[in-house]
Structure formats: structure tokens, C-alpha cells
């Protein structure tokens, strides 16, 4: 099993959409967990980071299931400029190192 | 203020030839991490610098493959004796400390023909 595991894709959604994709990690004694934002053959972006309350940032909302060990990532009312691949980051247990998924390609379409 | 710089933008070069990347940081930042991307694929973490603690090398994929940093400034990754699946893309971090948000060059395309 991978320690971060993504479906990678492609969503295609119309635009105004809202759409949802998680992300399973399989340490359980990670601590810090990212969406990373990645455009086509460009660098990563932080997109957000997930505590675990959960969080929202205008139209994203990431929640974090320590149980389940999974995090995901929903976008409202999506829009064009949201196309791109979304990363999940998972922190390695107790260091420092960050565990990346290989992303989930979504596809607005108009 | 200036982001993350890594030098050269692309590099094309011959089986066995050695290249050279180098990454300049954020200035302030501490923690410096190196990547390699595949076509396709997710990051593969290559190796960590944080200030001037040994570097944690435990990502690099061979003994071709060498990393240095001088204190809190710029880093190059060396890469000898080049083989066609060193080609990719190689990302350069940095950050205040570890776990906190990396800020990313614009990597370093690299092509061994």
C-alpha cells in the first residue's frame, strides 16, 4: 500500500460545480497534512493546510479523519481557473519529511 | 520579497555527463528540502538541510547523486554520471522550519538523452 494514496483522475466537471476527492495516508502517527495545488508544469502551491477541526477557505473545505485516516478536499461553485492537480501532503510520522501524493487532475470545464 | 530561485531553468545532456542544479532559498529560511518529479507522478523527496545540522541524504536514489549547502544559503544537487532515468523534474524547498508550508522554485528540467 502507498503511505499516500490519491485517485489521480481526471475529474471532469462542469464549472459551477461542486466537487469532492479524498486522499488516504497509512501512518497513523502523521501529525500535519496539506493540499498542494499543482499547475500543468509548474511548481506546487499551498492550496491549504487541514487541522483537524476542519477548515474552509472561501469556496474549499478540508477535513481531516484521523479514524478513517483519510483527508479530503471539496470545491463549491467551481470555476475554469480551478483546473489543475491537487496534491495531498502527509507528514512522515514524528519528522520532518512530507509524504506526496501523486495528485488528483480535475478538469473545469465550461 | 524574492521567492525561491533555481538555476538552470532546463538542461539537456548526454548519458554520463555530470550536471549540476543549484537552488537559492528564501532568505531566512532554515530548512531546505530537494525533489525530483516525474512525468505523471507525485514529488520524491531527495534530501533535507535544516541550518547546520547533517543533512538527512536517506532520499537519494544512488551514490550519483550528491547534495551540498553552505549554512542557510544556497544548495546545489549534483548528479554524476547521468542515466536516462534521471530525467525529470528537480524541485527545490525551502521553509521557515519543518512542517510548515514549502515554497517551491520553478525546478530544474532535466533531459538525458
Known amino acids: 500500500r502507498k503511505e499516500v494514496e490519491q485517485d489521480p483522475g481526471p475529474f471532469n466537471v462542469p464549472e459551477g460545480a461542486t466537487v469532492a476527492f479524498n486522499c488516504t495516508y497509512s501512518?497513523?502517527?502523521?501529525?500535519?497534512f496539506f493540499w498542494y495545488r499543482q499547475d500543468c508544469r509548474k511548481e506546487p502551491k499551498l492550496l491549504m493546510s487541514?487541522?483537524?477541526?476542519?477548515n474552509e477557505d472561501g469556496r474549499f473545505t478540508a477535513q481531516l479523519n484521523r479514524a478513517s485516516q483519510y483527508i479530503s478536499l471539496l470545491i463549491r461553485d467551481s470555476k475554469l481557473s480551478d483546473s489543475a492537480t491537487y496534491l495531498c501532503?502527509?507528514?512522515?510520522?514524528?519528522?520532518?519529511?512530507?509524504?506526496w501524493g501523486a495528485g488528483t487532475k480535475l478538469i473545469i470545464k465550461p | 520579497g524574492a521567492g525561491v530561485s533555481q538555476s538552470p531553468s532546463n538542461k539537456v545532456t548526454e548519458k554520463g555527463k555530470d550536471v549540476e542544479l543549484r537552488c537559492d532559498p528564501i532568505?531566512?529560511?532554515?530548512?531546505l528540502y530537494w525533489y525530483r518529479q516525474r512525468l505523471g507522478q507525485g514529488l520524491e523527496f531527495l534530501i533535507y538541510?535544516?541550518?547546520?545540522?547533517?543533512?538527512?541524504k536517506s532520499g537519494l536514489p544512488s551514490d550519483r547523486f550528491s547534495a551540498e549547502r553552505t549554512g542557510e544559503s544556497v544548495s546545489t544537487l549534483t548528479i554524476q554520471r547521468t542515466q536516462q532515468e534521471d530525467s525529470a523534474v528537480y524541485l527545490c524547498?525551502?521553509?521557515?522550519?519543518?512542517?510548515?508550508?514549502?515554497?517551491f522554485g520553478p525546478g530544474t528540467r532535466l533531459t538525458v538523452l
Open positions: 524547498a525551502s521553509t521557515r522550519s519543518w512542517g510548515n508550508e514549502q515554497f
Open positions: 532568505s531566512g529560511h532554515t530548512a
Open positions: 538541510f535544516q541550518g547546520n545540522s547533517a543533512p538527512d
Open positions: 501512518n497513523s502517527a502523521s501529525q500535519s
Open positions: 487541514v487541522y483537524s477541526s476542519g
Open positions: 501532503v502527509v507528514n512522515n510520522g514524528s519528522n520532518y519529511q512530507l509524504i
